[in-house]
């Protein structure tokens, strides 16, 4: 009986996630900094960024992030769904 119970249970979970709704979702490169402070970073080896002092980075979208020393970001690295090497490459330049 309990086993019947936890099939129907799952069966149910399953149909529910799959109707649920769906939601557009902007491009992780989509956001662009309104400024960026490049003496606050340091690039190292292929694509990476380190930061090097506290700094705070405000996007076009609304979204503001505070950025600690010792923070890294590698090639790819998606932060609160922004991809700050990217940023850093086009504002402070790829060296």
């Known amino acids: 009986m309990r086993k019947h119970l936890f099939v129907a249970a799952a069966a149910l ?4 996630s799959a ?3 769906v939601f557009a979702q902007a491009a992780v490169n989509d956001a ?4 960026v402070n490049c003496g606050s970073f340091q690039r190292w080896g292929a694509g990476g960024w380190t930061v090097t002092s506290p700094t705070t980075m405000s996007f076009d979208n609304g979204q ?3 950025l600690s020393p010792g923070m890294s970001f590698g090639p790819g690295t998606v932060q ?4 700050i090497p990217v940023i850093l490459d086009r504002h402070c330049g790829n060296l």
């Not at 979970?13 to 529910?16: N, T």
């Not at 609160?80 to 991809?83: D, F, R, T, Y």
């Open 13 to 16: 979970l399953l149909a529910g």
């Open 19 to 21: 109707a649920g709704p």
């Open 32 to 35: 662009d900094a309104t400024a």
């Open 64 to 66: 503001s992030m505070a």
């Open 80 to 83: 609160g769904g922004v991809a």
